[in-house]
C-alpha cells in the first residue's frame, strides 16, 4: 500500500522538484549538511539520556562517534561551522542540569505509528517521545534544535504536531495523550569569555552569551582569582537560559484537527497521483533544500551531471519503516 509521511507531504508542497528527486529518483546528499548533523548528535544523546538501559550507549560515546565523524569533513566545512561536537558536548550539560529534576517519567522512544488515510494510502509516522508528568498526564514530545527558537506564531504553523497528537489518540483509545511539549535547544553554544587585552582579566560584558557554568570554567582555565567575578557569576546563575525551553500545548480542537485531517488527506492523494516537476525557487533554497546545488547547476546550464555523481547517490527503496524515520 502506497503510503505517506509528514516530512514528504512537507517536501510536496515545498517544491515538486525536490520531492522527484527524494522519493522518485531516491537521490540523497552523501555527506549530511552540519546543520542536520548538530540535531542528530543532540536526539541520539538526548535518547541516550532518556533510555539508557535501551539504548546502551552513554551519551558520551555517542558523541565520539560522531566526532570522529565530524573530523572526516573539509576543512573548510570545519572553519565554518566550529567546533560541533564540542558545541554539542556543552549544550547537553547545560541541557542535563536544566533538567535534572524535571519530574516525568519517559515511556517510548521512537514510537512508530501507522494509520490509513485515505483509500489506499497510509499515514506513517514516528514519535520522538512520549512522557507522563509528575500529575500522571501523558504527553507526546518532540526535541527541536534551532539556531532561533521559533515563536508562537511559528509553533501555529507547525501543524504536524496537532496531526500526531490526534493520530496517537485514534490509534490508542486506551491511553490518550493530554498534549504535546515542544523541547526546545537553542544551538548556539554558550560563548566562551576571552581575557582582555591586558591578558589578566576575562570580558564582564553584560551582552555576552554565555553561562554560569561556561563563564566559570573559563575562570579556572586561565587560573584566575574568581573574588573579582563572583558578582558577575551570581547574575548570571540568575539569568534565564534561553537555549532551552519547553511548552506545552492541550489537545487541539476539534475545528483545527478537522481542517488538518483534510489538508493532509488531499495532499495524500495529490502527490501520489500527480506527475508534476515543478521547481519553487525561492531564497530560502541555499538553507533548506539539500538537492540546491544540483537545481542551480540544471537550471544555470552548468555540468549537472558532475555535480550529481560527486555531491549524491541513490537510496535504497526505503521500506515503510524506513521512510517514517524521516520526519
Known sequence: MPTVSFSRVKLWRRCHYAHHLKYHERLARKRRTVPLLRGQILGEMLDARAFPAIIKKSPEKILKKYSKQYAQLWAEEQEKY????????????????????????????????????????????????????????????????????????????????????????????????????????????????????????????????????????????????VTPYLEFLAELKKRSDTRYIRVTIPNPPKAMIQSVVADLKSTAVELHTSKSRDRNMTRMCPSDCDFYNLCRAEVSGLDADYVRKNEYEVREEPNEREEAEEE
Open 82 to 225: 566550529g567546533d560541533v561536537p564540542g558545541d554539542m558536548a556543552k549544550l547537553f550539560d547545560g541541557y542535563s542540569r536544566k533538567y535534572a529534576n524535571e519530574g516525568f517519567e519517559y515511556l517510548s522512544f521512537e514510537e512508530f505509528i501507522a494509520m490509513d488515510l485515505v483509500k489506499d494510502i497510509r499515514f506513517i509516522g514516528y514519535i520522538d517521545k512520549r512522557v507522563r508528568d509528575a500529575n500522571g498526564r501523558m504527553f507526546l514530545m518532540d526535541h527541536k534544535s534551532h539556531r532561533v527558537i521559533p515563536n508562537d506564531d511559528q509553533r501555529f504553523t507547525d501543524l504536524q504536531k496537532v496531526f500526531y497528537v490526534w493520530a496517537y489518540n485514534e490509534t490508542n483509545s486506551s491511553k490518550q495523550a493530554t498534549g504535546f511539549i515542544w523541547d526546545y535547544i537553542r544551538t548556539k553554544a554558550p560563548t566562551v569569555p576571552e581575557l582582555l587585552k591586558d591578558g589578566k582579566r576575562l570580558s564582564m560584558a553584560k551582552n555576552i552569551d554565555t553561562d554560569y557554568w561556561t563563564y566559570l570554567g573559563a575562570i579556572k582555565r586561565h587560573k584566575l582569582d
